[in-house]
């Protein structure tokens, strides 16, 4: 073999293993920034049946602004901004 169809053949080899190694190493799941309003809506129907099935109980709306307060949450722990505790406005706060 010459010279030039080795170094093809490690190119192809580095180009494969770099592929091979992202998908297995890769995450390949939804963040929840990634969640749109019908999503945030399932998933507080979902979790209010889980909390059922255990025995308790939970309503979609507290469920849906919970996960909402919790998108929030993580918006300012990324912004590095979470030095303050205070809730953003919502309808969850008490009034003036």
């Avoid at 192809?12 to 990634?34: K, N, S």
Wanted: net charge negative; aromatic share 8%.
């Amino acid at each position: 073999m010459n010279a030039e169809f080795q170094w093809w053949l490690l190119l192809l080899g580095l180009v494969v293993g770099a592929v091979l190694t992202y998908l297995v190493i890769g995450d390949f799941r939804r963040g929840d920034d990634e969640a749109d309003d019908l999503d945030l809506a399932r998933e507080a129907e979902w979790m209010s049946s889980a909390v059922e099935a255990d025995g308790g109980r939970l309503d979609p709306a507290v469920a849906e602004d919970l996960l909402r307060l919790h998108r929030a949450w993580l918006a300012r722990a990324a912004d590095d901004s979470a030095a303050s505790t205070d809730a953003p406005p919502g309808p969850w706060s008490p009034g003036p």
